[in-house]
């Protein structure tokens, strides 16, 4: 095999670095953008368990009380792991929700009523790159009177990949 010339150097340099000039940013978007399933994921989770905790409960009762933003103090640009105890409000139990793994956001359930019906919010709150600017994710859900409670169809959300 002979050796290449300066020139076939150079022109395979050139291309490899156009290859990686636009597939880099390309990888570093999708993946800084994955992160946020675990966000929409858990709210996702949150919102099915609080409608299936609705079943068969008067209207008054249709959805457990809020629980705070737990873990209490978003995580900044890692993952963290929660020690023993962080998902133990009764809210998060009566949903079936914690994070058993290192997750990157943390989430809130937030109740409410008046006459004509009650509500859920499911937020999710990251701070992916550990800036102090924070994703938001929110999805809410409903209960009417003589209704079922329902998953409203959209999703809020600011600052996805912050």
């Not at 792991?81 to 809130?108: I, M, V, Y």
């Not at 006459?115 to 009417?144: K, V």
Request: with cysteine; hydrophobic share 40%; proline share 9%.
């Amino acid at each position: 095999m002979r050796p290449m010339s300066p020139v076939q150097l150079a022109s395979a340099i050139c291309v490899g670095g156009i290859v990686l000039a636009s597939s880099v940013p390309t990888f570093l978007r999708n993946l800084h953008g994955s992160r946020f399933v675990e966000a929409t994921d858990g709210i996702a989770q949150i919102a099915e368990n609080a409608v299936s905790y609705s079943q068969d409960k008067e209207l008054a009762q249709a959805f457990p009380p809020s629980a705070p933003l737990t873990p209490a103090e978003v995580p900044h640009g890692v993952a963290v792991t929660d020690p023993p105890g962080t998902w133990d409000h009764p809210t998060w139990k009566a949903l079936g929700f914690s994070q058993e793994h290192a997750h990157r956001f943390s989430f809130a359930f937030d109740s409410a009523n008046d006459p004509s019906r009650f509500w859920f919010t499911a937020r999710a709150h990251g701070d992916l790159n550990g800036d102090g600017i924070t994703s938001s994710f929110e999805l809410t859900g409903e209960r009417r009177p003589g209704q079922p409670a329902v998953v409203l169809p959209e999703m809020y959300v600011h600052r996805e990949v912050e």
